[in-house]
């Protein structure tokens, strides 16, 4: 599997709010995940992180601008992503062992084969044992591992993550942090991973780029030159994060700071 570049260039999206004003989410965003890297782009609540997943994954259009997977640009729901969203995206009616087997399943992979690959990768997530059960019967970090093997089993070369550790304990996150990291390594996709965590995301990427409050332009972009492969809670004390989370932070305080005092202003 080769990995591929994911490049936006100058991409404006705006979206009708419900008095049909047209408003800006997204105002001319430029910046490139390497091959098969991990880019974190974290930014105040309600900036336009989404929108940029979205446009990436090709479910929106851009206004103007240009977003391209592997050289190309998007013009359609692209065939080699996966997604991971904040809630989980399993179906309920089926066990652990059908939901990862859906996506190959869905792709004409006959079913013995379709269950072995998934097989493999509820091993892989570390849910082996768990294979007869159903989402209702396991934790919600035991979820998250489905959703992550339902979408990795699929080998996407393009892996876009929107939150999707939240509402874990931190202790869970953590945990979750070190195999998704562990798993990335496996195939190495080129990885979009948006967060609200300043921590995670210097935990987990190779680049992080801050976005301001709405409509989201890229306010600084951050190389995170850590060593690798990384343990989410040993790296925290490494010199070099601290010094990073000073830094990033620096950028992002002052536009959290504009988005709740919007937040104060439309309470
Ligand atoms: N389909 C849509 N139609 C109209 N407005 C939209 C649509 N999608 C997003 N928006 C608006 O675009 C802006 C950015 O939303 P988006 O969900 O991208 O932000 P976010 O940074 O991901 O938010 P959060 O941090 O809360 O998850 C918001 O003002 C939102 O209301």
């Known amino acids: 599997m080769t990995p591929v570049p994911i490049v936006l260039d100058g991409v404006t999206k705006r979206f009708a709010s419900p008095r049909g004003e047209h408003r800006e989410a997204v105002r001319d965003v430029s910046f490139r995940v390497e091959p098969g890297s991990f880019t974190a782009v974290i930014g105040p609540t309600g900036c336009g992180k989404s929108t ?46 059908g939901n990862v087997a859906a996506g190959p399943r869905f792709r004409g992979v006959p079913r013995a084969r379709a269950q072995a690959l998934a097989a493999d990768w509820v091993r892989r997530v570390g849910l082996a044992g768990f294979e007869r059960y159903h989402p209702h019967q396991l934790s919600g970090g035991m979820r998250k591992r489905v959703a992550l093997a339902q979408t990795l089993v699929n080998r996407p070369r393009v892996l876009l993550m929107d939150e999707p550790f939240s509402g874990l304990d931190v202790q869970t996150r953590q945990i ?67 010094r990073l989370h000073e830094l990033v932070w620096k950028a992002l305080r002052d536009e959290v700071r504009v988005a709740y005092e919007r937040g104060l202003g439309a309470a």
């Open 52 to 97: 940029l997943l979205s446009l990436i994954c090709g479910t929106e259009r851009p206004e103007s601008g240009t977003v391209s997977v592997d050289g190309r640009p998007v013009d359609g729901i692209g065939q080699d992503i996966g997604f991971v969203f904040q809630t989980d995206a399993v179906f309920p009616w089926k066990t652990v062992l």
């Open 176 to 242: 979750m942090s070190d195999e998704l990291l562990s798993l990335w390594e496996l195939t190495r996709p080129s990885v979009v991973f948006v967060t609200h965590d300043l921590e995670e995301a210097i935990t987990l990427a190779d680049k992080v780029v801050v976005l301001t409050a709405g409509p989201a332009t890229v306010k600084e972009e951050f190389d995170i030159d850590l060593p690798r492969p990384r343990d989410a809670r040993e790296i925290r004390h490494h010199p070099d994060f601290v």
